[in-house]
């Protein structure tokens, strides 16, 4: 079991999703929470009505599917607003899915979503 101090637990983190394979490691999703990880509990449940929770909960599995094992980076922060700008500046140039694959759950198709996604999975983690 892995043990965590309560109280050495904090809330406002920022965090960087990877995709790992070999000695391949890709960011692909950066984010902040004034929740600390209970944040990823979320993205677990990955409900077609919270689009965010949605878009990383299943672009993770998409990736596992495709081979690659898919782990979170996070670090706390005072600033977590401005360090996820900074960290997404960093990345840019990476397959950042941050503000890709949007849309509004009562009128879009969870499959049309779920296709356009498989489709850059399949292009950027093959």
């Known amino acids: 079991m892995t043990r965590?101090?309560?109280?050495?637990?904090?809330r406002n983190i920022v965090y960087v999703f990877y995709a790992e394979k070999d000695t391949i490691k890709i960011p692909f999703?950066?984010?902040?929470?004034?929740?600390?990880i209970?944040?990823?509990?979320d993205y677990i449940s990955a409900k077609f009505s919270a689009p965010t929770?949605?878009?990383?909960g299943k672009m993770c599995k998409l990736i596992e599917e495709n081979g690659y094992t898919v782990f979170i980076e996070y670090e706390y922060s005072d600033n977590r607003k401005t360090r996820e700008k900074e960290l997404?500046?960093?990345?840019?140039s990476k397959n950042l899915i941050n503000g890709k694959f949007g849309y509004k759950y009562k009128t879009d198709n969870e499959k049309n979503i779920l296709d356009k996604m498989k489709i850059y999975a399949d292009k950027y983690f093959k």
């Open 88 to 92: 997404i500046k960093e990345h840019q």
């Open 4 to 10: 965590i101090n309560f109280s050495e637990i904090k």
């Open 38 to 41: 209970g944040r990823f509990g």
């Open 29 to 36: 999703y950066i984010g902040e929470s004034g929740r600390g």
């Open 53 to 56: 929770d949605f878009k990383i």
